[in-house]
């Protein structure tokens, strides 16, 4: 079957950095995607890789090891706005998108 | 302004009703979606389509019906064989590569 993992919940602190990981096992790849996700809002796109290493974009970071089945999302200086749901979703050999069930980040001050 | 419009974001309907969500983007995207998000899971895809006049099931389309008579409109009908069609419900629609999803605001249908 196919399946992401990642975390449920994480805890982190205004200025600091966190790291949200995702592990997946699919047919076929064809890409990761990450998303933001605030409550009762829908997704909004942060970051898509399907080569492996480290893509950044700003504060936020994503990184790929397509050998391991496994992601990162790497958040920096992080501010109150930045609590959310963080979606992994990987696009699958017919270009379907396999979800994960998210993990809510929550910034404490 | 390009966007998925999603219409209305509160839903409320009686248990054996049929309910229609509608779906309309003007970013001339071919392909569109329908998920349906339950609390602490991830999103799940009922239906899609990539073309106009086609559609295909997705993951869990039993209770759930589509058209796509227009490229911009893809609206879902929950039926009352759905047992459990309280939900999240999201529309997207994607032009190609690299396949980035653009999703509504989302219609939230209580069924009592």
């Known amino acids: 079957g196919q399946n992401i993992d990642q975390p449920t919940e994480m805890t982190a602190t205004e200025g600091a950095i966190v790291q949200i990981n995702c592990t997946y096992q699919?047919?076929?790849?064809?890409?990761l995607f990450w998303y933001q996700q605030h409550a009762g809002e829908a997704p909004t796109f942060l970051s898509y890789?399907?080569l492996d290493g480290l893509e950044e974009k700003g504060r936020f970071s994503s990184f790929l090891s397509r050998s391991k089945g496994y992601s990162y999302l790497l958040l920096k200086e992080l501010q109150m706005k930045d609590s959310a749901s963080y979606l992994c979703?990987?696009?699958?050999?017919?270009?379907?998108?396999?979800w994960g069930a998210g993990t809510k980040l929550i910034i404490k001050p | 302004d390009g966007g998925i419009t999603q219409s209305p974001k509160y839903l409320f309907r009686k248990e054996g009703q049929n309910v229609t969500l509608s779906c309309e983007q003007n970013?001339?995207?071919?392909?569109m979606y329908w998920y349906r998000q339950d609390p602490g899971q991830g999103l799940r895809l009922i239906y899609y389509?990539?073309?106009?006049?086609?559609?295909q099931k997705g993951d869990i389309a039993e209770g759930y019906s589509v058209s796509r008579e227009k490229k911009e409109s893809f609206p879902l009908t929950v039926t009352s064989a759905q047992k459990n069609p309280t939900a999240f419900y999201l529309c997207?629609?994607?032009?190609?590569?690299?396949?980035?999803?653009?999703f509504g605001p989302g219609t939230r249908l209580t069924v009592t």
């Open positions: 997207a629609s994607t032009a190609g590569e690299p396949y980035e999803q653009y």
């Open positions: 970013l001339n995207h071919d392909a």
């Open positions: 389509s990539q073309i106009v006049n086609d559609f």
């Open positions: 699919t047919s076929g790849f064809n890409g």
């Open positions: 890789n399907v």
């Open positions: 979703a990987v696009m699958d050999s017919n270009y379907q998108l396999i």
